[in-house]
């Protein structure tokens, strides 16, 4: 696996990134509504994948999350993803301290990945409440642009935006 820097994460988080398929169509995998859009870096060097997942049977059942790929072929490296209040979540290197019911963004951190943990760290938010509200904050946070959400759908479809 490869192993990213915080320093690192921080940049392929931050940089510039445009969607590539704003119109990506859903799918319905185990009882889920799943969209998966390819996101690059404007020079095209650094390859992404944004997705989104909502449960269609409890509300607070939803993510997304950003994707890096560092190399074509590579296994993707989960950089980061906004989760509803549905589970319980326990940040293992922390001694197991919970975050009971609330909505939460997991990081990849340097010393979470050493360990083989790449996305078990998370911080509780209060900043979103739906997955429209979590894919607007993943977006704003990790500035990607080319996707924009249609605030009158109840599966809160992105809508293709109307610059490239």
Do not use: W
């Amino acid at each position: 696996m490869t192993l990213l820097t915080d320093i690192l994460i921080s940049e392929l988080l931050t940089m510039d990134k445009v969607v590539k398929n704003p119109g990506a169509k859903p799918t319905l995998f185990k009882k889920s509504l799943r969209r998966n859009y390819t996101v690059q870096s404007p020079d095209g060097t650094h390859s992404f994948e944004l997705y989104t997942r909502q449960n269609q049977i409890d509300p607070d059942a939803f993510s997304c999350g950003l994707t890096f790929y560092p190399r074509p072929g590579d296994k993707g490296i989960a950089l980061t993803r906004y989760n509803g209040s549905y589970h319980i979540h326990r940040n293992p290197l922390e001694g197991d301290e919970e975050i009971r019911n609330l909505c939460h963004i997991h990081l990849a951190t340097e010393r979470y990945m050493e360990l083989g943990k790449v996305d078990k760290y998370a911080e509780t938010t209060t900043r979103y409440t739906d997955l429209s509200g979590a894919l607007t904050c993943l977006l704003a946070d990790c500035n990607i642009t080319g996707l924009e959400l249609d605030s009158n759908t109840d599966d809160h479809s992105p809508q293709i935006a109307l610059f490239e």
